[in-house]
């Protein structure tokens, strides 16, 4: 079993400004979301996937205040490690969003008790869904 312990989890602000981690193993999608997605509340970091730990390695490193993640990565089940960041204390209240090319009703059987309000489909509207999460968070602050 795994056990990832954070002793010491404040969200990580760069200039003021909150953390939003993209997580692909599509290179060229990682670059078009820093290009695309600006906005003034938010610093956008992005992480390459070449293995499930690491990918959990770099969110404890990273703490970012929103996660926005590929639902299905060369390497990684990131279904699972959804369910693994749940469990990770100082993690438990990190938000977090499935980035993915299927519909929401082709993966809903792999996401027992994940909201799917919190699955972003990559369409034409994928920047302003985006921005409009980076807007609910911004404001709630």
Known sequence: ??????VSMQMNQVNGRKVA?????????????????????FFIRTYQVSSGYKVIDEIIKIKPDVLFIDFCSTG??????????????GLAQLKIYLVTGYSKDDIKQ???GFDLEHVLVKDESLKIKILS????????A
């Open 110 to 112: 792999f996401l027992s």
């Open 21 to 41: 981690l993209f997580i692909d193993d599509d290179p060229s999608f990682l670059k078009v979301m820093e290009k695309a997605v600006q906005h003034p509340r």
């Open 133 to 140: 999460v980076l807007d609910k968070i911004a404001n709630a």
């Open 1 to 6: 079993m795994l056990y990832f312990k954070v």
């Open 76 to 89: 990684t089940s990131n279904s699972q490690i959804l369910f693994i960041l749940r469990a990770v204390q």
